[in-house]
């Protein structure tokens, strides 16, 4: 049986971008079904004992940018330091993300977010104004006035108020967050450890039985 991992982010975090691809990697490798919450980490912060960036102390934004500058290099991957629009209106995504996972796309609803964590960390692109948002939508093969319109609609906004509460419940205070069997894993540098977690899932045995590989192509078909 193919595990499942609950995927807690912002489309604003740097750290959520540089885990997106990598961690599309391990769950296809572990057949892993995956359930995306775009949550508002304003309202996570406020309960949890986070600071929004700008509140933060010197020492802590500096440090910050130190450790992006690491991860970039170590990865390999471009990502612009200081774009020139962060932070970003997260809002409008983070609803059209919601509404395709609300009609059960949920491969589509990862995509579209990890389409606006690279526009905004390395395409400097304004992932809040709606034409951008509209021309992601579009770059990802979906109808864009058709997921625009469904993000727009009132009950999406609510059940983003909804994930938002659940991700307090289970004890989420940070993105990316990632959670299996009620283990937490907090960061894109926790990755490794999350992969652990899907392979300990499988026995040794049946890692290379054809029911493993049928799951792993299903996971690679959901996240394509």
Request: hydrophobic share 45%; glycine share 8%.
């Amino acid at each position: 049986m193919a595990k499942h991992v609950d995927y807690y982010l912002s489309l604003n975090s740097p750290w959520a971008y540089l885990a997106s691809k990598r961690f599309e990697a391990i769950a296809k490798k572990h057949g892993a079904d995956v359930t995306i919450w775009p949550v508002d980490f304003g309202s996570v912060f406020s309960v949890s004992g986070g600071l929004p960036l700008p509140k933060r102390a010197p020492q802590r934004q500096a440090y910050r940018m130190m450790e992006l500058k690491r991860w970039r290099d170590h990865l390999g991957v471009k990502v612009t330091l200081e774009p020139k629009f962060f932070p970003a209106n997260e809002v409008p995504a983070a609803r059209c993300v919601v509404a395709l996972r609300e009609q059960g796309r949920m491969a589509d609803a990862i995509k579209l977010a990890h389409a606006v964590l690279n526009a905004l960390w390395t395409e400097e692109r304004n992932t809040g104004d709606p034409a951008t948002l509209k021309a992601i939508i579009a770059g990802c093969g979906l109808d864009s006035d058709a997921v625009m319109k469904a993000g727009e609609a009132p009950q999406t906004a609510a059940k983003r108020e909804e994930y938002t509460k659940h991700a307090i419940d289970q004890g989420v205070f940070g993105a990316p967050f990632f959670v299996i069997d009620g283990e937490r894993f907090w960061g894109q540098d926790r990755l490794d450890f999350v992969d652990r977690k899907l392979a300990a899932s499988l026995p040794a045995s049946n890692a290379g039985s054809p029911v493993h590989r049928a799951s792993a192509g299903r996971a690679l078909n959901r996240l394509s």
